[in-house]
């Protein structure tokens, strides 16, 4: 790599951009499947648009509310849907901070105005939420009940973590994104373990992004085949068929590991063998 | 797009991304075919890592040689060898001038000190050259000889030109480049363009890359089952398989194809239907 490490912006880059390529991944998009509407590009392009808002992450000042609706402004505009929504709230304050300390610090001061800022990026992609959530941003009174309850962007994830495992990273400190990197540390170099990773954390943690889509049981059902899987007791390939083919997509499992790739990377993991 | 095209530096390094991911396509690394030591993520790491001497490139003032010699030095230090070192001969001039005619105008005022960078951005990488040849970056000479016959690095190029398509294209200005943007334009919206345009050269332009590695009969030969490809006689995903498994892959065509985007994308291609 160009320095040990590169720039932070960069090793973001670079963690967006391995995490898609990796294959098989059980129902999302990687290098062997699109979703008719979520193609590789639409990633990879992402990756590639989101420099400059990373930049500012990494050269601050800013708020990590500002910051992340910078980033999902720049990504947002192909036709490709949300791709690294999730993505850009655990790497916003990982990039700013440096590593999970720093961002746990830059969690716990934000502000009324990063919340503000967050449900403003929220209005700009379509991540799913809750229904009948006061806090819920197809509410249009959430920006006026977030001021009159003075509740900063960390408040409004304490509300969604229960949901919502990206949340939960932001709440408890970046567990799963911890586990994630050690994983793949102990995993040692290259694509490949970016896979074992990922099947490791899917078939041990349901994921709210399915849940949110199908329902929990179908979110533990899919937990549940994972460790099949792990336990060679059912095909890889025919499970990821059967997760495209039904819409299943982890997608919150996959923000996780983009920010445990950008963790690794930062603490000298290799991705090329 | 964020904005109608996005900055010139960010339309190179998608216009990068768009080639290799697009698929299948003969003989080089696409989304679906690796060679063992050069892998797709190496070429998009290459794309993500361009993108300060793109962006040089784009702000200027600075010769194309020292320009040419950054894109290759952020780009070099992964371990997948030469990946984009003919794209960004076509690239930077195009970067800093912003169209073919004038990328042309600053092919024309290179300098002796533009061929030296040239040669340094050579001895970064492992491009093969010609045997016997007083200008070949493996004669510890070529410096000197340089700055002794004046030679700037459009002489350099003209030097090439007849065994290397991608210096023919700095001489002759571009034809092959605005071919493939005029393709894209044809062909429409899409990465099935992409594949399109580039069986297209393919069954009309001997590729030098092929020529120089494995003789001017294949490199004729390739062209000529392209060409019964696209007349339907020949299966494209076998004739992928082969050229793969001969070790034939059309890398200065590749080249041709990300300078064809980049055009294209300026003006006002789009990438996603």
Known sequence: MAGPKGSRAERAQLAMMLEVTAFPKPG?????HDYAST????????????RK?????????GGLGPLIRGAVRATSSHRGGNTHFGAFLLLVPLVAGGDIPAARDLIRSTTVEDAVAF?????????????HDPLDVNNPEAIRILR???LTLRDVMAHSAPND??????????????RAA????????????????FLELLSTVPDTFIAKKHGMVIAEETMAKAAEVRAGTRDLEEFDRECIGRGI?????????VAGIFVALGEGWQWEC
Chains 1, 2 share one sequence.
Request: net charge negative.
């Open 182 to 197: 050690d994983l793949l540390h102990a995993h040692g170099c290259g694509r490949e373990s970016i896979v074992a990773v």
């Open 53 to 61: 808002a990373l930049e500012r992450a990494e050269k601050g000042p």
């Open 28 to 32: 999302n998009v990687d290098r062997c």
């Open 39 to 50: 193609r590789l590009e639409h990633f990879l392009a992402s990756a590639i648009l989101a």
């Open 119 to 131: 449900y403003q990026a929220f209005a700009l992609t379509r991540v799913r939420m809750l229904d």
């Open 249 to 257: 997509n982890p997608g919150s499992l996959a923000d996780v590991i």
């Open 148 to 150: 009159e309850r003075g």
């Open 165 to 178: 495992l990206v949340a939960r990273e932001w709440v408890e400190g970046f567990p799963l994104t911890r």
